[in-house]
T-cell receptor
Framework: GAGVSQTPSNKVTEKGKYVELRCDPI?????LYWYRQSLGQGPEFLIY????????DSGLPNDRFFAVRPEGSVSTLKIQRTERGDSAVYLC???????????FGSGTRLTVV | GQQLNQSPQSMFIQEGEDVSMNCTSS?????WLWYKQDPGEGPVLLIA?????ELTSNGRLTAQFGITRKDSFLNISASIPSDVGIYFC??????????FGKGTRLSVIA
């Protein structure tokens, strides 16, 4: 597509539930990134894919968070047993090579109540 | 996670004034980038810098990559109302993921 597409744009879920956030990167971009942005903060790195494999998942806060990119295009960020502290905007970005700047999607605003 | 020190946190300026903001890091970066974020949107790339000492312009925006590779600044000349938003610096070493500052919130008074 023309840009990075993230769905849903907003998600409200109850504490303890499971959620999936989807990212559709720019066609042909091999690098895909997930960031989390809390209110008043800059984006914080979660995980980076180069193709189908997770090249760096050092930013995932704990084992409730997991992400996949099975065909090297669309990625899904999965959060199990959501907690109120997981509430944030989850941003996805893609890049042709990982070096020359990223293109971000509009994000998914997750609210855990 | 690591974040860069970005200042000021916020600024209120009159339309037509020039703006300056900067970013510092304890680590050396090979790339500095500046992004702007509008409400409800993701950050949009404004300027990318790839070489220490490099000075790059994009319209009314000018950014510099510090000689020590630990800092960068962004200037906006003759501000207009649509410059309102949050500006983020980001640093990168090699192919590692971008590290972002906490942002500078810019408000322009017409």
């Amino acid at each position: 597509g023309a840009g990075v597409s993230q769905t849903p744009s907003n998600k409200v879920t109850e504490k303890g539930k499971y959620v999936e956030l989807r990212c559709d990167p720019i066609s042909g971009h091999t690098a895909l990134y997930w960031y989390r942005q809390s209110l008043g903060q800059g984006p914080e790195f979660l995980i980076y894919f180069q193709g189908t494999g997770a090249a760096d998942d050092s930013g995932l806060p704990n084992d409730r968070f997991f992400a996949v990119r099975p065909e090297g295009s669309v990625s899904t960020l999965k959060i199990q047993r959501t907690e109120r502290g997981d509430s944030a905007v989850y941003l996805c970005a893609s890049s042709l090579s990982g070096v020359y700047g990223y293109t971000f999607g509009s994000g998914t605003r997750l609210t855990v109540v | 996670g690591q974040q860069l020190n970005q200042s000021p946190q916020s600024m209120f300026i009159q339309e037509g004034e020039d703006v300056s903001m900067n970013c510092t890091s304890s680590s050396i970066f090979n790339t500095w980038l500046w992004y702007k974020q509008d409400p409800g949107e993701g950050p949009v790339l404004l300027i990318a810098l790839y070489k220490a000492g490099e000075l790059t312009s994009n319209g009314r925006l000018t950014a510099q990559f510090g000689i020590t590779r630990k800092d960068s600044f962004l200037n906006i000349s003759a501000s207009i109302p649509s410059d309102v938003g949050i500006y983020f610096c980001a640093g990168q070493s090699g192919n590692t993921p971008l590290v972002f500052g906490k942002g500078t919130r810019l408000s322009v008074i017409a």
